[in-house]
């Protein structure tokens, strides 16, 4: 745990890509006095675009702060994050929902999907509630890389578990938002429906060309990403490329969960 | 876990709140209605035993007979009796007492007082005994010529009077000029209840009040050591027959007796108004606790899944109920002696003035108001109660399952039995002649019929009602549309909630139009008269016959008659008996004369509506027995049938018949037409400088005369608006209350939206339309079984005038609105807390 934290573990790819988000110094901390708990220890790092990036750290150790923060979820104690050149901290809450709305996409573990509204509902919600008309041709195309061309009439309590994440990832895609943040995304879902749905994921960044952020603590969902940053501690303490389930097991155990 | 149990415990403070203030308001107006009566009641009891201090003995006519409109009616006395009296052993003074209209008027030439709203208006004879009169000069003397009066403290006050001054009075024999000689107090008050009083002479008395030679009873002082039995039966053998002696102690009694008599009128008007809050209230505690059992699913089934029985968690319901109950009586009851306060304001602000003292509460107040808080909470709860009992433990394994939307087929069926019934009892009353009793239980049973009914409407009828609001208002609008459409029997109960003050509303609303539509037909029809003179009195007083004597004089009018109603016995039942110029009423007013002819009306003569005489068998030249107070039974021979009862009603006769038969000689109004040749305005300015000496009297033309038919329908309609507000208002509590318990229980999916990017703006709207549609539906539903309702009335009623069923667009229309404003307005807070909810906190939350 004392290893240099700023020194990458691995290589990173030859051209860096530009950043979707960006943590600088991210700090957050709960009660006063004595009380203080840091969740988040000046934390600075970038979320590459174009890139499906995991964040991976034993409970505690604020993978999940982190997102809420970039994501505009959650305020910042202290530091800055930033949604392409946009500073967050200086946001007021019409400003931040707006920002949410339309520049970033979420994918929660559950509770996705608006229980009265139907799948393809769901999936334009953000569109809709900025009052605007989603991109057809767009549109058409995220339906059917998931697979909902025949499920978009029906209600969430009409789908399986599986069905509602596709809807969830489709919902986030299709505002073609700068940043898509994942919570634990295939966290309730059986591993074989996870792993279609970590696969939609990468497809929409490699052939959709999006970018997604996902905390998880399952080594073979991390698999899936192309960058993995472990947190312990409020602080980042790793970081890999191209992980594999056991790599990303390997590096877990050595820090010791 | 923790954070969940804080967040239920801070929803619940707002939920007790508002659960309690539903059943608190209706408790409170009941108490309210109770500390009233009871406080006015104490006033009279005060009131006539002040009056009857010093009577021993209390001599009047025997009642003839009793009339509907005008109570009691009792022949006078003639005065000799009094001076018998004086001369029975036993009697240290016996006086004359007379007491009838007489109203002053005041500087500015308007008449003091209104006779017809508020406290009586009287002139009476100045008892000279202290210990008959109730009165105690504070100023000035006791008159003794016939032109001199003592008026009470308060109508001096009103009139701004001093000893010295000279005004006139309007009596039964015109506008009597008087020096006022003397001012007095009523004991401690300035006037008995805020009646007015002119007291004369005992001459003076008989000549202007009543009739030459004639009392309304005698007052006795006994002599010292004679008891009042001891006088009674003394006095009683000096009398003619069919008069009655009583002892002081027992008119005290039968005054009080009869004052409560005609209060009880007033309290059950209020306490109606009251369990109507309470009934509504029932419906948000139902709807209540249907939620919290709802969502607290989980918890019950935990209970009973270590080892709670069924009946523990009924009881554990059944006990929160009881609380709500608790707080609410006990601080309804505390309300309602504000409320007892506002009351007053609200019935003095429309006229009519109470007199009361100090604030009387009873314990039959506390009993009632306790039982009805703590009844009507526990009952809406047992239902709840007994579904919460039947969740299975299992249910702690499962989601937390929503109230499942009830469309079943037994529930239609219930519904539809149970209105149908109600249908059924209100025709039995209304149409089959069953009475008042089962019209109102109909209603209540048509009301819960429909709100059975509500959970398989709430869908259909929400889905129509928010329509328009996806392309009005967006993803906001199609949410709250969903919202409203997606847990039906929750919003079809508290859609019932406002639904029966809305019916109410519409109901009545319905019936003043179709009354007001009924009246002007009938005027437009059947009356062909120019000017009318009008008496603002109701019932006891009106206009001198003078005015109509002097009208007749104008050259400007053609036909002019006074109108008159007297109460009278007819053919063994009690009726009223309209009396005018035959000749002249047959100009002023088409009357369809069917059989015989008015022509030649006698003075033992009648007429009779044709419907009557059909129902009856009289056959023109029937003899028809009529029974007077004055002067008993006599008989009178069917001269002529009519077919139009608007103006006349059912039985008429000359005014010879009247005066020969009625003592108090009132015209109500005089009827006129304007002479050929002449144009309505130097007719109406003729009329005007006569009717300007009768103050009480008010000048009309046939529209103003059409509308004046219905002015005081207006108030009374005023009235039972604010007193329905306070079910409206109640309701929209119970829309408050859903609101805020759906929301409390749709924390995730708030948070979701939220988080994906619903402003706080929008999420308001949201709430704040799913409010509206709630409300539209209570709206909706109301406004439908008001009209059926008012429909039924006019149905019913269409043979006692109330002909024309009028739908009242633009009322219906602003009542609309004015509920979707309430909606609105019910959402604020609901809406607010929404708003601020912690994005992170919801979504997070386990």
């Known amino acids: 745990m004392t290893a240099t934290l700023t020194t990458p573990f691995d290589t990173p790819p030859a051209q860096a890509p530009l950043a979707a988000a960006r943590a600088v110094a991210a700090t957050k901390r709960y009660g006063s006095g004595d009380a203080t708990v840091t969740a988040l220890d000046a934390v600075t790092v970038d979320f590459h675009a174009n890139q499906f990036t995991a964040i991976m750290g034993p409970s505690g150790s604020g993978k999940s702060t982190l997102m809420h923060l970039v994501a505009g979820l959650d305020t910042l104690t202290s530091g800055n994050v930033y949604i392409g050149d946009t500073d967050l901290s200086g946001l007021d809450d019409r400003r931040l929902t707006t920002l949410r709305r339309d520049k970033i996409g979420f994918i929660f573990q559950a509770y996705n999907l608006v229980p009265t509204l139907t799948a393809l509902e769901n999936i334009v919600l953000p569109a809709s509630l900025a009052g605007r008309k989603p991109d057809k041709e767009w549109l058409d195309q995220v339906v059917h890389t998931v697979g909902l061309t025949n499920r978009l009439k029906h209600r969430p309590s009409e789908l399986s578990g599986g069905q509602q994440q596709r809807v969830a990832v489709a919902r986030a895609l299709a505002s073609r938002p700068s940043i898509i943040f994942g919570d634990e995304p295939t966290g309730n879902l059986d591993s074989r429906t996870g792993a279609e749905i970590l696969s939609f994921m990468r497809s929409a960044v490699r052939e959709l060309g999006q970018t997604i952020v996902m905390v998880t603590h399952d080594p073979a969902a991390a698999s899936y990403a192309e960058r993995v940053i472990f947190l312990a501690d409020g602080s980042i303490v790793d970081e890999m490329f191209a992980p594999t389930p056991d790599r990303v097991l390997d590096r877990m155990k050595h820090f010791g969960e | 876990m923790f954070i969940t149990t804080l967040k239920t415990l801070a929803a619940r403070k707002l939920r007790l709140f508002t659960t309690s203030f539903a059943v608190l308001l209706g408790v409170a107006f009941m108490a309210g209605t109770l500390v009233l009566t009871d406080t006015i009641g104490q006033t009279f009891d005060k009131l006539f035993s002040n009056v ?88 000035g003397r006791a008159p003794v ?23 006139s009075v309007l009596t039964q024999s015109g506008a009597q000029q008087v020096h006022i000689v003397g001012i007095a107090k009523f004991g401690d008050a300035d006037s008995p209840a805020g ?48 008069t009655e002696v009583l002892t002081g102690t027992e008119i005290t009694k039968q005054d009080q007796a009869a004052i409560k008599d005609d209060l009880s009128f007033f309290n059950v008007f209020l306490m109606v108004f009251a369990m109507i809050a309470l009934f509504v209230g029932s419906f948000i505690i139902y709807n209540s606790f249907s939620i919290l059992v709802a969502q607290r699913t989980k918890e019950m089934a935990l209970m009973r899944a270590i080892g709670a029985s069924r009946k523990q968690v ?212 059947t009356f062909n008269g120019d000017l009318v003179v009008s008496s603002n009195v109701g019932g006891v007083g009106g206009l001198s016959p003078k005015l109509a004597d002097q009208l007749a004089a104008l050259p400007e009018l053609d036909a002019v008659t006074g109108f008159r109603i007297a109460p009278a016995q007819i053919d063994g039942s009690s009726n009223n008996l309209v009396a005018a110029d035959p000749a002249a009423m047959q100009q002023i007013s088409d009357l369809g004369i069917k059989t015989g002819s008015l022509d030649n009306l006698h003075g033992n003569e009648i007429a009779v509506f044709d419907d009557i005489a059909k129902d009856k068998g009289w056959a023109l030249g029937q003899s028809i027995p009529i029974r007077f107070a004055e002067t008993g039974v006599k008989n009178f021979t069917l001269a002529a049938t009519y077919t139009e009862d608007a103006t006349v009603g059912d039985y008429f006769v000359s005014i010879d018949a009247y005066d020969a038969n009625v003592a108090d000689r009132f ?130 009623l269409g043979d006692q005038g109330l002909d024309t069923f009028n739908f009242p667009v633009s009322q219906l229309a602003v009542v609309t609105v004015i509920a979707a404003l309430a909606g609105v307005a019910a959402a604020a807070l609901p809406a607010r807390r929404a708003a601020r909810l912690d994005i992170l906190g919801a979504i997070t939350s386990d």
Not at chain 2, 77 to 96: F, M, P, Q, R
Not at chain 2, 120 to 131: C, F, I, Q, R
Not at chain 2, 155 to 165: I, K, L, P, W
Not at chain 2, 728 to 739: E, H, K, M, P, Q
């Open chain 2, 52 to 139: 009857n201090k010093g009577t021993d003995a209390y001599v009047r006519g025997e009642v003839a007979f009793d009339s509907e409109w005008f109570g009691d009616q009792r022949p006078r006395l003639d005065s000799t009796l009094v001076d018998a009296i004086d001369n029975v052993d036993g009697v240290a003074v016996a006086e004359g007492h007379i007491e009838a209209y007489a109203q002053l008027v005041d500087k500015a030439g308007k008449p003091i007082g209104n006779p017809n709203m508020g406290a009586p208006v009287l002139g009476a004879s100045w008892l000279s005994n202290d210990d008959l009169n109730p009165f105690d000069l504070t100023s």
């Open chain 2, 145 to 167: 010529a016939d032109d001199e009066v003592v008026i009470d403290k308060g109508s001096a006050n009103a009139g701004d009077f001093r000893v010295g001054d000279s005004t």
């Open chain 2, 195 to 242: 009646a007015s009083y002119t007291m004369f002479t005992p001459t003076a008395a008989q000549e202007f009040l009543a009739h030459p030679g004639k009392v309304d009873a005698i007052k006795v002082v006994a002599d010292a050591g004679v008891s009042e039995t001891q006088l009674v039966a003394n006095i009683s053998k000096v009398v003619p027959a069919g």
């Open chain 2, 314 to 525: 009924t009881r554990s319901v059944l006990l929160e109920a009881g609380v709500v109950g608790l707080i609410a009586s006990a601080l309804g009851l505390v309300a309602g002696v504000g409320v007892a306060a506002g009351l007053k304001m609200l019935l003095s602000g429309i006229g009519i003035d109470i007199p009361a003292g100090g604030i009387v509460l009873t314990s039959k107040t506390v009993i009632i108001s306790v039982i009805a808080g703590l009844g009507v909470s526990l009952a809406s709860a047992v239902f709840p109660a007994r579904r919460a009992a039947k969740v299975p433990p299992i249910a702690a394994m499962r989601e937390v399952a929503v109230d499942q939307s009830s469309r079943s087929r037994k529930r239609a069926i219930y519904g539809s039995v149970i209105t149908g019934l109600g249908a059924f009892a209100m025709g039995a009353g209304l149409f089959g002649g069953a009475g008042i009793a089962p019209v109102g239980l109909g209603a209540v049973l048509v009301f819960v019929g429909v709100a059975v009914l509500g959970p398989i409407l709430a869908r259909p009828i929400s889905r129509v009602i928010g329509a328009p609001l996806p392309r009005l208002k967006g993803m906001s609008g199609t949410l709250a549309r969903q919202n409203a459409m997606r847990n039906p029997k929750r919003t079809s109960a508290t859609a019932a909630a406002l639904m029966i003050g809305v019916a109410l509303v519409g109901f009545i609303t319905i019936l003043a139009s179709s009354t007001k539509a009924s009246v002007a037909k009938n005027v437009e029809k």
């Open chain 2, 667 to 796: 015209d109500q109004q005089v009827l006129m037409t304007i002479a050929d040749g002449v144009d309505a305005d130097s007719a109406r300015a003729a009329v005007t400088s006569v009717a300007d000496a009768y103050p009480q009297g008010e000048v009309l033309d046939r529209a103003e005369y059409s509308e004046a038919q219905t002015k005081n329908m207006d108030m009374l309609l005023n009235l039972i608006y604010a007193l329905l507000a306070l079910a409206v208002f109640i309701a929209l509590l119970g829309i408050a209350n859903t609101l805020a318990l759906s929301i409390f229980e749709r924390t995730r999916e708030l948070g979701l939206l939220r988080a994906v990017g619903m402003t706080r703006r929008q999420l308001r709207a949201t709430v704040r339309y799913e409010s509206v549609i709630i409300a539209l539906l209570g709206t909706t539903l109301g406004l439908a079984i008001g009209t059926a309702f008012g429909w039924s009335i006019v149905k019913a």
